[in-house]
């Protein structure tokens, strides 16, 4: 299901390797109906798959081959919360990055034709930074810069303007989970190659860019000698804190677990105003390391969602992780690969 | 390495053209009567001997000067950039352009080892800054190389009084909206203009 929204692993295995053994390739296809106040396609069939020999993925959206794959993105929403999500709250910035990338990348097209942009051209600086090494011109990855500075601004500002507007949302959802602190997040602009920054949100996507094309001239003799690009928005932070304190190195596995699943529900939160439809809430095993309290509290904010949440798909290893006062959820077991209901039908 | 081995040699350098094809085209000719085979040779070598670039624009030409910045009814304060020569044909065969070309000669790519000093800018800078020409009109190709290429260009123009500007992109004459790609609405719908 994860796979119909990102077109790739959510584990982040490549295509070939999802491939069952011994055979060509792998097809997906899927059903969606969205409720929703905003106009949204009454219903859609989205169909992807991967063929091993050739090694293409080809997706179809209503029976029709998008242009772009990226055009597919999204087709039908969801968000996946898997164990090792705890990570994206006690390890590096690279996961949040990511986390901030897939957000608003499947929700705003400014924002994904920005990144694909940024990625490819820092790509050229870096190949560039690494041939002027071995004596080209510095003008070969100076060249690059007002292309960085340009896209780079588009992710600074639509992360920034992301932090604010779903901030109040995050201290809302942790305490409603039972955080006694309050939970708070900060965008950190990796824009000196020392020291990270502030976004300051009223500053204008042509003035970041101006503050991000300084910092790559400033920072490029150092560059040359790193052989990579030190400033700019693949360097940036996504900073929780809990209280005031980093929770990455101040909170438990429970608090780190929750702020992960709060961001996860930021992220259907977001989803549900860009693209109009309620995404599927996939959760693996989510109870692990907390309390039955919290578990219940998890599952309340989960059912009182509204508008925001559509289905939810909860997988636990055991019956007895989810709390037997919960009613409403249907319950189905899967053995084998085969799911069957509580009555035994498959 | 014997001939038809050199021959289908060569013709595997030629872009899109893989060993199997280089080899059908070898047999196809050697098929032929050898006059063919005479006349193709010659034409190669005369492309090789007389086609250069212009002295002005770097168009490819016979001549010294090629004959669209010869044309006396063509504007030379209009210059129009293009990443290659063969994309002259593409707007001339538009009809539409009045003014003279600059060819870049390819775009930026450190990747396939391509850096500025591989490209014409210089050579356009100075033509600029020889004096009269009043717009330099970027037409890389909308590809990340493209526009890093233009973005280049342009920060390179920046100094002179004159209007640098870069060709739109958007929705194809005869498109359907509904078939067009995202990327391709986003960007028409962000360069959009008033209608009068």
């Not at chain 2, 002259?88 to 775009?107: D, N, Q, S």
Request: glycine content about 12%.
């Amino acid at each position: 299901m994860a796979y119909l929204h990102l077109l790739r692993s959510v584990r982040g295995a490549r295509d070939a390797d999802v491939v069952r053994f011994g055979e060509a390739g792998w097809h997906i296809r899927g059903e969606a109906s969205f409720g929703g106040i905003v106009p949204a396609p009454a219903a859609r069939v989205v169909a992807l798959g991967f063929e091993r020999g050739s090694r293409r993925k080809r997706v179809t959206v209503a029976g029709a081959i998008p242009r772009r794959l990226s055009d597919a993105l999204g087709a039908v929403p969801s968000v996946t919360f898997a164990p090792v999500d705890a990570e994206m709250v006690r390890g590096g910035p690279a996961a949040r990055r990511r986390y901030l990338d897939v957000t608003l990348a499947t929700t705003s097209r400014r924002y994904l034709t920005a990144l694909q942009a940024y990625r490819g051209g820092l790509l050229q600086r870096n190949t560039a930074l690494r041939s002027l090494a071995r004596g080209a011109g510095e003008a070969a990855a100076a060249a690059w810069e007002p292309l960085l500075a340009e896209s780079g601004a588009v992710l600074w500002a639509e992360r920034a303007a992301w932090v604010v507007r779903w901030g109040p949302e995050l201290a809302r959802i942790s305490a409603a989970i039972g955080e006694r602190g309050v939970v708070e997040m900060r965008h950190a602009m990796r824009y000196s190659a020392a020291s990270d920054g502030v976004c300051d949100e009223a500053a204008s996507p042509a003035e970041l860019a101006g503050v991000l094309a300084a910092a790559l001239e400033a920072g490029r003799a150092g560059d040359v000698r790193h052989g990579a690009t030190r400033v700019g928005p693949h360097r940036d932070d996504l900073i929780l804190t809990l209280g005031g304190r980093d929770m990455r190195t101040y909170g438990s596995a429970g608090q780190q677990r929750t702020a992960a699943i709060a961001l996860r529900i930021l992220e259907a939160g977001t989803l549900r105003l860009g693209t109009g439809a309620a995404p599927v809430l996939l959760f693996d095993d989510p109870f692990a390391e907390l309390d039955e309290g919290r578990a219940r509290a998890i599952l309340d904010v989960l059912g009182g969602g509204g508008d925001t949440v559509g289905q939810v798909i909860l997988a636990v290893p055991r019956a007895a992780d989810i709390p037997l006062g919960l009613t409403r959820l249907e319950r189905c077991a899967i053995a084998d690969g085969v799911v069957r209901g509580e009555d035994g039908d498959s | 390495m014997s001939a038809i081995d050199e021959l289908s040699a060569e013709f595997a350098k030629l872009p899109g053209i893989g060993r199997k094809t280089a080899l059908r085209l070898t047999y196809y000719l050697l098929k032929r009567p050898p006059e063919q085979g005479r006349r193709l040779a010659a034409a190669l070598v005369t492309v090789a001997d007389r086609v250069r670039t212009c002295e002005q624009c770097y168009n490819l030409t016979e001549d010294p000067v090629c004959s669209i910045c010869r044309d006396g009814r063509r504007e030379p304060s209009l210059i129009c950039a293009v990443e290659e020569a063969a994309d002259i044909g593409a707007i001339e065969r538009a009809g539409e352009f009045r003014g003279v070309y600059h060819v870049l000669g390819g775009r930026l790519s450190p990747l396939d080892g391509v850096g500025p000093d591989d490209l014409t800018v210089s050579q356009l800078v100075a033509r600029v800054a020889a004096g009269a020409v009043r717009e330099v009109i970027l037409a890389t190709n909308p590809s990340l190389e493209g526009e890093a290429t233009a973005l280049y260009v342009q920060r390179q123009l920046a100094g002179y009084p004159l209007t640098v500007s870069r060709i739109a992109r958007g929705i194809p004459v005869g498109g359907d909206l509904e078939y067009a790609d995202g990327v391709t609405i986003a960007q028409a719908l962000s360069a959009r203009r008033e209608m009068r």
